[in-house]
T-cell receptor
Framework: GAGVSQSPRYKVAKRGQDVALRCDPI?????LFWYQQALGQGPEFLTY????????KSGLPSDRFFAERPEGSVSTLKIQRTQQEDSAVYLC??????????????????FGPGTRLTVL | KQEVTQIPAALSVPEGENLVLNCSFT??????LQWFRQDPGKGLTSLLL?????REQTSGRLNASLDKSSGRSTLYIAASQPGDSATYLC???????????FGQGTELSVKP
């Protein structure tokens, strides 16, 4: 079946431009996560949605970062006035988990291929 | 602060060797721990998930152990193959369905 897809796969932006990154989660997955991965580092949490509700945005590095999931499916991560330090791979993940989950249901997160953002 | 550390940062071994990757976490009150594999330019693939009540999980040539009280996990890879070359990431979650906190990864190279 189809996995998590992200678009574009690569994005080059000039400093100061706005960008929008899209994530299509696995159909039926309730939870959606965004992570930022700098070169040579592990991913770092940005924000989390349960259906259309953004329940945790504590990892967003500044108010230039904004995420939405208006219909509880596709999500968009928007970065305004991009800076060079925003250059990273942005990963989206989805999971089926919908508390309270039945016993034995795992909440494995399934990751997309990521969008590599380069800000010049 | 909840942190995850992986040692070593990079590892190169000849084909056929057994190897161990290490992961430690500062806050032992985890809900679960996962090991992921990441190939260059690709997303993350989940290898093994260990719930906090479990001691180990096995999948094929992979075995992951968890010592929650000491804040440690190991990933054991038996009879390594060149196709195992990738970055291996350890991540913990502190609640059901919660965000993952990742280590910085171990870059593994298996030489033919």
């Amino acid at each position: 079946g189809a996995g998590v897809s992200q678009s574009p796969r690569y994005k080059v932006a000039k400093r100061g431009q706005d960008v929008a990154l899209r994530c299509d989660p696995i159909s039926g997955h309730v939870s959606l996560f965004w992570y930022q991965q700098a070169l040579g580092q592990g991913p770092e949490f940005l924000t989390y949605f349960q259906n259309e509700a953004q329940l945790d945005k504590s990892g967003l590095p500044s108010d230039r970062f904004f995420a939405e999931r208006p219909e509880g499916s596709v999500s968009t991560l928007k970065i305004q006035r991009t800076q060079q330090e925003d250059s990273a791979v942005y990963l989206c993940a989805s999971s089926l988990e919908d508390p309270p989950a039945p016993a034995g249901v795992t909440d494995t997160q399934y990751f997309g291929p990521g969008t590599r953002l380069t800000v010049l | 602060k909840q942190e995850v550390t992986q040692i070593p940062a990079a590892l190169s071994v000849p084909e056929g060797e057994n190897l161990v990757l290490n992961c430690s976490f500062t806050d032992s009150a985890i809900y679960n721990l996962q090991w992921f594999r990441q190939d260059p330019g690709k997303g993350l693939t989940s290898l093994l998930l260990i719930q906090s009540s479990q001691r180990e999980q096995t999948s094929g040539r992979l075995n992951a152990s968890l010592d929650k009280s000491s804040g440690r996990s190991t990933l054991y890879i038996a009879a390594s193959q060149p196709g195992d070359s990738a970055t291996y990431l350890c991540a913990v979650s502190y609640n059901q369905g919660g965000k993952l906190i990742f280590g910085q990864g171990t870059e593994l190279s298996v030489k033919p």
